[in-house]
């Protein structure tokens, strides 16, 4: 009865959030306009109300983090490190939950920029999180860099290989996990991430986090603006970080699927991260999708991390060497997490030769943009699963 008491909750301070003065599908002076909260489907709908979709409902809301290093010679971490602000919402429906970080002192400051998005696969009964923390420690890893685990008895564990660079220029591989402790709902919980060396021997904490929660989640912002942490873009500036910017904005239009038919589509997309990515998201009468964009340092690649509203379906990513109009992005299967102690991420596994499946920019100006899903044929060419036809609003 308790649980269901908090979900119930939770769910209120969602639908609020999604009809409050200045979020809604109106604003002054524009009556077409809508807010974020729409256009992300930030309502939990019936296919997701499920308790094992809803373990990180907890999360929902404002926070204030505490990051906490270690203390030399002393087992607890410190007592104060850098502070953060997270701002954390269902999207698709309720199938997924988007975390947004920036730094609480200094808003300013280009550090401490972070996203994820996590969702329940119950083909695996894992969840899934998929992050992008532009710094010097994740060595610009787009929306790649993902872990999965499972819920148990109120305590959450994700895991995952990692492969962490080393001074001279090799990698030592590792693996990783995050876990979620010490929760109480509306009011805090405990994060902590640690790194083994010896496959789960040992483990070295290197964060001690603590959450306090400050407030539910204020109105959202009007679709098409950039979202919460975007000051100054400044943190990724240089090329070819923005070249997918042009995205940014509110489009209309129709989609035709490969024999004609038409039906009504629309994309908002925004910033994110401070000018290191994009999200979008892709809407038509049955099916909202997730689209986050970023620039891979590492590999040299752009990656799209693709998610729906469907009921079981999981994350897809697409890779491109180039972006902006003509771009054409080859599903990657293979970059996508299948278990906690797999590698996934290899410069040399995948290659855009043997993809099943691509999406193509192939108008995008100031006014208009065209986007291509096409499926490989059994020769070898390729043919049209739907195109998205939109003008800016």
């Known amino acids: 009865m308790k649980r269901a008491f908090q979900l119930a909750l939770l769910y209120g301070v969602v639908a609020a959030c999604a009809s409050s003065p200045g979020s809604g599908s109106k604003e002054q002076g524009n009556e077409n306009a809508r807010s974020w909260a729409d256009a992300l489907g930030s309502q939990i709908t019936a296919p997701y109300h499920a308790p094992e979709h809803r373990a990180f409902d907890f999360w929902i809301g404002e926070w204030e ?13 410190q007592k104060e490190g850098s502070f953060t602000r997270q701002r954390v919402f269902p999207v698709l429906g309720g199938k997924a939950i988007i975390e947004l970080a920036w730094a609480r002192d200094n808003p300013q400051d280009p550090s401490q920029r972070g996203f994820s998005i996590r969702y329940f696969d119950p083909a695996r009964e894992r969840w899934v999180m998929a992050q992008n923390w532009p710094n010097a420690n994740s060595q610009g890893s787009a929306f790649t860099d993902q872990l999965i685990g499972e819920e148990h008895l109120g305590r959450l564990t994700m895991y995952s290989a990692a492969r962490r660079p080393k001074p001279d220029g090799s990698f030592a591989d590792e693996h990783r996990r995050y876990n979620f ?17 010896d496959k789960g021997a040992t483990w070295f904490t290197w964060y001690v986090v603590d959450f306090l929660r400050q407030r539910d ?6 679709a098409g603006t950039d979202f919460p942490g975007v000051h100054d873009k400044a943190l990724c500036t ?57 620039y891979d340092e590492r590999f040299s690649s752009w990656a ?19 972006a902006g109009e003509g771009a054409a992005f080859a ?18 596994s995948f290659s855009s030769a043997s993809a099943e499946r691509r999406l193509i920019f192939s108008s995008l100006t100031d006014e208009s943009l065209v986007l291509r899903e096409e499926a490989r044929q059994a020769g070898g060419g390729w043919t049209l699963i739907a195109e998205y036809r939109l003008t800016r609003r």
């Open 65 to 77: 983090a505490n990051w906490r290093p270690p203390q030399e010679g002393a087992f607890e971490h």
């Open 181 to 197: 402790t010490d929760i109480r709902p509306g009011v805090s919980f405990r994060w902590d991430g640690s790194n083994s060396g």
């Open 217 to 222: 989640l204020d109105p959202f912002g009007a």
């Open 238 to 294: 240089e090329e070819p970080h923005g070249a997918m910017n042009a995205l940014r904005g509110e489009w209309e239009g129709m989609r035709v699927d490969a024999g004609g038919k038409e039906s009504p589509a629309r994309l908002s997309a925004g910033l994110v991260l401070d000018g290191c990515g994009v999200l979008a998201a892709l809407e038509t009468d049955d099916t909202r999708e997730i689209l986050a964009v970023g």
């Open 304 to 322: 799209i991390f693709r998610l729906d509203d469907r009921p079981g379906t999981t994350h897809a990513y697409y890779i491109s060497e180039e």
């Open 331 to 348: 599903e990657a299967p293979i970059l996508a997490i299948k278990d906690e102690v797999s590698s996934y991420r290899e410069a040399a």
